[in-house]
């Protein structure tokens, strides 16, 4: 059974600090993973979508890395500002029952102060 | 493109009513994902859909969910009675039917049950 997790739950940063959120999971035959913002009372917004071939992906501040063997992906945030306060959720996409399935961590909290 | 449209955007019941949920996917979209997110946690699938197939429903408690895809487009999703363990946001997304492709999500719909 796939599992995703996510370390740390919750974490506190001051402004301009680059910083590295990390997700786990536990069956390396994924299609991609995909990592999310979601901010209070919102749904969520796609960041950068890694397919399995792939080690990196870029997009502005943000840089996502995977790597399949060790069933690891890190989100790198480059000079953190207060409005990348949210929450930060990543999601693996696998092979179930003749289709596919997105399966969720439980996501970090990340606070930015001014 | 247009996007996932939910509806209603908040809804707020009595235990032992019961509630609809809408969900408009991205034309083309053939799997369409059903997820509640409670407070603090990650989203979890309560049931997907190819066209208007269920694949999994495994973590749906069917007792008092319930969710169709007519015609293999819009879908409803169905509580009664509710409990206020049911106090979510539910999130539908929508996706191509290939394995290299990203999920697209709704804004949700935050129920509250008092």
């Known amino acids: 059974k796939q599992e995703v997790t996510q370390i740390p739950a919750a974490l506190s940063v001051p402004e301009g600090e680059n910083l590295v959120l990390n997700c786990s999971f536990t069956d390396s035959a994924i299609y991609n993973l995909q990592w999310f913002r979601q901010d209070p009372g919102k749904g969520l917004t796609s960041l950068l979508l890694?397919?399995?071939?792939?080690r990196e992906q870029t997009s502005g501040r943000l840089n996502a890395s995977l790597d399949k063997s060790s069933g690891r992906s890190t989100l790198y945030i480059a000079a953190s500002q207060p409005g990348d306060s949210a929450t930060y959720l990543c999601a693996v996409r696998l092979v179930w029952s003749g289709g596919f399935k997105t399966i969720f961590g439980a996501g970090t909290r990340l606070f930015v102060k001014a | 493109e247009a996007g996932v449209a939910q509806s209603p955007r908040y809804k707020i019941i009595e235990k032992r009513q019961s509630v609809a949920f809408w969900c408009n996917p991205i034309?083309?979209?053939?799997?369409l994902y059903w997820y509640q997110q409670i407070l603090g946690q990650g989203p979890k699938l309560l049931i997907q859909?190819?066209?208007?197939?269920?694949?999994?429903d495994s973590q749906l408690p069917k007792d008092r969910f319930s969710a169709e895809r007519l015609k293999g487009v819009d879908s409803t999703l169905k509580i009664q009675p509710a409990k206020l363990e049911d106090s979510a946001v539910y999130l539908c997304?929508?996706?191509?039917?290939?394995?290299?492709?990203?999920?697209?999500f709704g804004q949700g719909t935050r129920l509250t049950v008092v």
């Open positions: 890694i397919q399995s071939s792939q």
């Open positions: 997304a929508s996706s191509r039917n290939r394995p290299n492709t990203e999920a697209f």
């Open positions: 034309s083309g979209h053939a799997t």
């Open positions: 859909f190819q066209n208007n197939g269920v694949v999994d």
